[in-house]
């Protein structure tokens, strides 16, 4: 594993943070905030992102089953990081596990290139909500 630290911040830089990663891959969702978000996120455990912002001085949009919980810049708008949404009972009996952890938009991070890695294309659209 290549782990490296990452810098990331938002497009104003009112939120800062830092994540310890090795991005292989970056996952493209099809569900409806997803597309019209464009973000290209990578998930990492909890412990691999340090805010340097504080969660409180975020924007909190949450919508369809509200178990995902995305984090927006007040001043620019734009979303560095969320904690992704539990999986829904088809997602389980698909055997989805749970993911305790948080997805970077790595089009946040500075000095990252999404094209020098895989796209793993995720169907958001097709997942029914309990």
Not at 9 to 22: I, K, L, N, Q, W
Request: hydrophobic share 35%; with cysteine; aromatic share 10%.
């Amino acid at each position: 594993m290549n782990a490296r630290v990452w810098q990331g911040r938002c497009h104003c830089g009112f939120v800062r943070f830092e994540v310890t990663a090795d991005i292989d891959h970056v996952r493209v969702c099809d569900c409806s905030v997803c597309h019209q978000r464009g973000a290209l996120n990578f998930r990492v455990p909890e412990e691999a992102l340090l805010l340097q912002t504080p969660l409180e001085d975020l924007r909190l949009y949450q919508w369809g089953s509200r178990t995902a919980k995305d984090y927006f810049c007040p001043h620019c708008g734009i979303l560095p990081f969320r904690r992704p949404a539990a999986p829904t009972r088809q997602e389980r009996a698909e055997g989805v596990e749970p993911f305790d952890g948080w997805a970077i938009n790595t089009r946040c991070l500075q000095g990252f290139d999404p094209e020098t890695v895989p796209v793993v294309r995720v169907p958001g659209s097709r997942i029914l909500l309990d």
